[in-house]
């Protein structure tokens, strides 16, 4: 099991720039999650999929950030604009259906 | 309510002594309480989980304790190690729902 697979695991760009960050979850799992890690925020849920379908996206900032899960083995988190303060680690999990939530290794996210 | 409170911020241990860290939850409906362990530049990893039935639980040299009444539960790491050293992250969830987190802990075992 290659566990969840995050790309890229690093990205620079300039202010005003479309980003885009890849999640492939476990295979099996019917629940995927995107969290935003920053030293001052700690761990942010962003939003939550369950079976492909958005859940809870009370977490993601502001409109300009939309994320989208297309089938069981694919997500992405855009961000568009980008801004400075989107500058984070961000994480994708998968869950089965029983309880225990596996992270990626996470994308750090630099907005210049 | 949702919010799980944790604490210390940081803690340095030297090598063979306890680590505790403490976190505390409002919202009774949490049912399942995760401890996750990240080492930099790596996601969190589930490192032990307790349900609010029993009052602790041992894996190796990592041991949850649940006060239920107070709701309040702890994670201790006997004979702290310096490959412990990282950050310690609990977190609670009610039903199917998704998993609250507190700040985090980062715990330095010194040599």
């Known amino acids: 099991d290659a566990g969840v697979i995050q790309s890229p695991r690093h990205e620079v760009t300039e202010m005003g720039q479309e980003v885009t960050l890849r999640c492939k979850p476990i295979s099996g799992h019917n629940s995927l999650f995107w969290y935003r890690q920053t030293m001052m925020r700690g761990l942010e849920l962003l939003i939550y999929f369950n079976n492909n379908v958005p859940i809870d996206d009370s977490g993601m900032p502001e409109d300009r950030f939309s994320a989208k899960m297309p089938n069981a083995s694919f997500s992405t988190l855009k961000i568009q604009p980008s801004e400075p303060r989107d500058s984070a680690v961000y994480f994708c999990?998968?869950?089965?259906?029983?309880?225990?939530?596996?992270f990626g290794p996470g994308t750090r996210l630099t907005v210049l | 309510q949702q919010q799980v409170k944790q604490s210390p911020q940081s803690l340095i241990v030297q090598k063979g002594g306890i680590s505790i860290i403490n976190c505390a939850y409002e919202n009774t409906a949490f049912d399942y309480f995760p401890w996750y362990q990240q080492f930099p530049g790596k996601g969190p990893a589930l490192l032990i989980a307790i349900r609010p039935d029993v009052s602790e639980k041992k894996e190796g040299r990592f041991t949850i304790s649940f006060n239920k009444s107070a709701k309040q539960f702890s994670l201790h790491i006997m004979d702290s190690q310096p490959g412990d050293s990282a950050t310690y992250f609990c977190a609670a969830r009610g039903g199917y729902s998704t998993l609250t987190f507190g700040k985090g802990t980062m715990l330095l075992v010194s040599p």
């Open positions: 999990a998968s869950r089965p259906v029983t309880d225990t939530q596996y």
